[in-house]
T-cell receptor, first 113, second 115 residues
């Protein structure tokens, strides 16, 4: 079945450092890919998404590119802030279908001033 | 964007009692709602999928008699944890979708503690 693998956390960075969180997937066909963010004590918010190969999703300085050849969707940000501290989830689902999102295990990011 | 609410945001109950959690789509009609469970520092585990007006479909290993799900209207789904035990303590998150292929929107979650 479909699955998502994320790099293990936690990740601790200093403010203004470069962030990469790796995500790879296994799926049939051509899924849509997502990054969700969960701030402490809150639910999940969609951060960005990409629906086809070579698409780049971007939001709030974060970006990720759908790489079909490597089945990856790595999350990057050039300069993190303390307010970016949260848990980040990579996810996929199949376009047009009624199946729920499949999530990775999440990566906790802590940014220190 | 679309808003999904959950009530209560946290609840403490005694072992053996039942607890109901509500999930509402506030500004759209949700034909499908999903219930997830999240353990500390872990990912979301899908418990069940419910379509308005029909019985929920439970994931393997989830006790349907323990976790009762009702999706009686296009804006409301409820999860009732029956005869709760301490091992049911967890963070429960609902998600709603307006239709096939539509985006999933998440509620803020409900923290259940069973003493």
């Amino acid at each position: 079945g479909d699955s998502v693998t994320q790099m293990e956390g936690p990740v601790t960075l200093s403010e203004e450092a470069f962030l990469t969180i790796n995500c790879t997937y296994t799926a049939t066909g051509y899924p849509s890919l997502f990054w969700y963010v969960q701030y402490p004590g809150e639910g999940l918010q969609l951060l960005l998404k990409a629906t086809k190969a070579d698409d780049k999703g971007s939001n709030k300085g974060f970006e990720a590119t759908y790489r079909k050849e490597t089945t990856s969707f790595h999350l990057e940000k050039g300069s993190v802030q303390v307010s970016d501290s949260a848990v980040y989830f990579c996810a996929l689902n199949h376009r047009g279908g009624n199946t729920p999102l499949v999530f990775g295990k999440g990566t906790r990011l802590s940014v220190i001033a | 964007g679309a808003v999904v609410s959950q009530h209560p945001s946290w609840v403490i109950c005694k072992s053996g009692t039942s607890v109901k959690i509500e999930c509402r789509s506030l500004d759209f009609q949700a034909t499908t709602m999903f219930w997830y469970r999240q353990f500390p520092k872990q990912s979301l585990m899908l418990m069940a999928t419910s379509n308005e007006g029909s019985k929920a479909t439970y994931e393997q290993g989830v006790e349907k008699d323990k976790f009762l799900i009702n999706h009686a209207s296009l804006t409301l789904s409820t999860l009732t944890v029956t005869s709760a035990h301490p091992e049911d303590s967890s963070f429960y998150i609902c998600s709603a979708r307006a239709g096939q292929g539509a985006e999933q929107y998440f509620g803020p979650g409900t923290r259940l503690t069973v003493t």
